[in-house]
């Protein structure tokens, strides 16, 4: 029997059929979706204004969603508040084919195979940037939020802040042992993402811009963003590795015991140092929508609701770091 070829179309279809029938069990109340959020952190009561939620849509007319892993539970939250529906219930509704495959399907791949109407999504990979442009994908975006790139250590690593300048040469292989940034006498093992990833493409946006970066081993290059965490906890239980995620993920989705993050240039990650820009390695994420959407669409209705009191309140509610209401901008340019 032959081996039968996977191309990359024939598997984003697979995933968008997967998602959507997650949504479809879901709001039955199956108890198997597709791939479900964690629950949803709740923000301090004090950064939350009280705002009610109104319901926009009936649960089956709110438009597919598709996105970042990190952005999960605000989709989520996004459902639960539009529609209704308990957030438990739009948590198991939600999944996701993660940052560059779900840029690609929604601007290569337009049709009835692909049913995302809208992304909730971290900044896409360059190469993914120069398809988009090269199809002409007429695509309409907006930040809506801020997260952050941040770098995670043992908790007995006697390290407690790098410099940006310091973690750009250890990501170029510059400083190779922990003792030369205070830490002990044990070499630097260094873990990145894959080059599809959306930590990944933060990484070298943020951090490295076009500097040095040595490619790593398999090994130390991990596919999906819990593997780098469950990695970077279990690496030969010792001190001497280091990787990084986006904020969101790391803090309040999937943290492990015995990992901390790292201060950079002597800030701490929060949502208060992100959100006023303190900690230096910031970044928007989006709401994206087919610039064709009609002014009543559900998508568009909901892309538009994000810039309200209730949006506003959503993305705060999910523990994130709202942007304020934005000015629609073109992704093809």
């Known amino acids: 029997m032959k081996n039968a070829k996977i191309t990359r ?12 029938a997650g949504v479809l069990t879901a709001c039955k109340g199956s108890d198997a979706p597709a791939s479900s959020a964690s629950a949803a952190p709740e923000a301090p009561a004090s950064s939350v204004s009280e705002v009610p939620p109104v319901s926009l849509f009936a ?38 084919s993660t940052t560059a495959y779900a840029w690609e399907s929604f601007g290569l791949y337009p049709d009835e195979d692909y049913t995302a109407r809208m992304l909730v999504v971290y900044e896409a990979p360059d190469y993914v940037k120069d398809e988009l442009k090269e199809a002409d994908a007429q695509l309409e975006q907006k930040p809506i939020g801020r997260d952050a790139l941040v770098f995670i250590v043992n908790e007995e690593n006697p390290v407690k802040s790098l410099t940006r300048q310091q973690l750009k040469d250890i990501y170029a292989g510059k400083i190779t042992n922990w003792k030369e940034v205070g ?18 493409t933060l ?36 001190a ?21 993050l790292l201060a950079v240039d002597g800030v701490e990650p929060s949502n208060d140092t992100i959100a006023s820009e303190k900690y230096p390695l910031c970044n928007e994420f989006y709401a994206v929508l087919h610039a064709d959407a009609a002014a009543d669409s559900p998508e568009r ?26 000015t629609t901008e073109s992704t093809a340019n």
Request: aromatic share 8%; charged share 20%; net charge negative.
């Open 9 to 20: 179309r024939s598997f984003l279809l697979g995933l968008a059929a997967c998602s959507a």
């Open 59 to 96: 649960v089956e007319d709110f438009p597919k969603l598709d996105g970042s892993t990190a952005c999960i539970p605000l989709m989520a939250q996004m459902m639960a508040d539009t529609t209704g529906i308990d957030l438990e219930a739009a948590q198991s509704a939600i999944s996701v």
């Open 183 to 200: 830490g002990d006498d044990l070499d630097i093992v260094a873990f990145q993402r894959s080059e599809d990833s959306g930590s990944q």
């Open 203 to 238: 990484f070298k946006k943020l951090l490295i811009q076009g500097g040095e970066l040595m490619d790593p081993p398999t090994e130390l290059a991990p596919t999906a963003m819990g593997e780098l965490v469950d990695s970077l906890a279990a690496y030969n239980n010792s």
């Open 240 to 260: 001497n590795a280091i990787g990084f995620s986006v904020y969101y993920y790391i803090d309040q989705m999937y943290s492990q015991p015995g990992l901390r």
């Open 301 to 326: 209705q909901l892309y538009d609701w994000l810039d309200t009191d209730a949006g506003q309140n959503c993305i705060q509610k999910s523990g994130y770091v709202a942007v304020g209401p934005q």
